[in-house]
């Protein structure tokens, strides 16, 4: 690759740390002049808990919105350009140009930077519907909708749902297993400040953190689903979610390539105003993973119960946990 101009280096830099599913980081970068070619690393999917590559096209598209935040950070406009049909190679290019930046794309930069997933648990404030609105309008900027709910009958039927869920994917092995991989509990794992969650991230605690290289393998999971125990485990993520300030699902018009690529940009979008009004995010998107729940959810919501789901997360106030670590830059282009 030739030398990057700083505005190009600064939006691969934004770039590098856009969200991911468990952190797996599987978005791959190749740079010419001043145009940037978007695909992915296949060894860095997750066939198992992503079969349709719902997660994998909505990184992606979070990946290009952190890029052209990137870009307008530095002062430069972008044009970003999706694929028909996209492959590990091409699912997208984004030309930085010589163009002034794009305002709301400025205004975003700055609240880029400090956004971060925060699995703590959150603050009972509840969130001003000003700032409901701004969140809403950052999603429309990309042609989605997001739709929140609040007030405890609301909570505690969202919550009762991410519960499901997860107790859905504990007792799935594939599943299960793949997301142990991504694992990081101990610092001395090789992988610890690369990539995956780790527990600090994951906000474990100390007791847990020394019982779970035992505890929280696909053996142990098997034995907790034989003795029907996978939703006291789900527990943790029921309680974060009931307790959280409002529940947010972000749909986008279509559930191909496109609808979800963008509504990645509107996640990022989202997540990234988050930060400026002092607001935390943390997907919960096992709902969304299985038919009853996923349907249960547009209920709960209002959407259709074909609606193009991109995301659900829990919305709120808190402190913040220990950021997830990020591959070096020089690892994502090809």
């Given amino acids: 690759m030739d030398p990057a101009p700083a505005a ?13 599913a468990h952190n797996s980081q599987p978005a791959r970068f190749g740079v010419e002049s001043e145009t940037v070619g978007l695909g992915w690393e296949p060894r860095r999917l997750l066939p198992a808990g992503d079969p349709d590559r719902h997660y994998l096209f909505t990184g992606l598209g979070a990946s290009a919105e952190s890029l052209v935040l990137g870009a307008a950070g530095a002062g430069r406009r972008t044009q970003v350009t999706c694929a028909d049909r996209p492959t590990e190679h091409e699912a997208a290019t984004i030309l930085i140009s010589n163009g002034p930046a794009d305002p709301g794309d400025a205004e975003l930069a700055g609240p880029l930077r400090a956004r971060q997933t925060t699995r703590l648990p959150f603050l009972p404030d509840p969130v001003p519907a000003g700032h409901i609105a701004a969140l809403m309008a950052e999603a429309e900027a990309r042609g989605c909708r997001l739709t929140v709910v609040d007030g405890a009958k609301a ?8 519960g499901e869920g997860t107790a859905r994917n504990f007792a799935d092995a594939q599943v299960y297993e793949e997301f142990f991989s991504w694992l990081r509990f101990r610092r001395t794992h090789p992988q610890y400040d ?15 953190t020394l019982a779970a290289p035992v505890g929280m393998t696909p053996t142990a999971m098997r034995a907790f689903g034989r003795a029907r125990l996978l939703g006291v485990l789900a527990g943790t993520q029921r309680r974060l979610a009931r307790a959280a300030s409002a529940a947010c699902l972000l749909t986008a018009p279509s559930d191909d390539f496109g609808g979800r690529f963008n509504g990645g940009r509107a996640m990022l979008r989202v997540w990234a105003r988050a930060p400026a009004m002092n607001l935390r995010v943390h997907p919960m998107t096992a709902p969304m993973d299985h038919v009853e729940t996923r349907r249960a ?38």
């Fill in 8 to 20: 190009t280096a600064a939006a691969l830099e934004a770039a590098r740390r856009a969200p991911s």
């Fill in 297 to 334: 959810l547009a209920d709960l919501f209002g959407v259709a119960p074909d609606a193009a789901m991109v995301v659900s997360f829990r919305l709120g106030y808190g402190a913040l946990a220990p950021r997830s670590p990020r591959l070096p830059l020089a690892e994502l282009l090809r």
């Fill in 155 to 162: 909570m505690s039927g969202f919550a009762g749902l991410v």
């Fill in 194 to 208: 690369r990539d995956g969650l780790s527990a600090s991230a994951l906000n474990l605690g100390r007791l847990l």
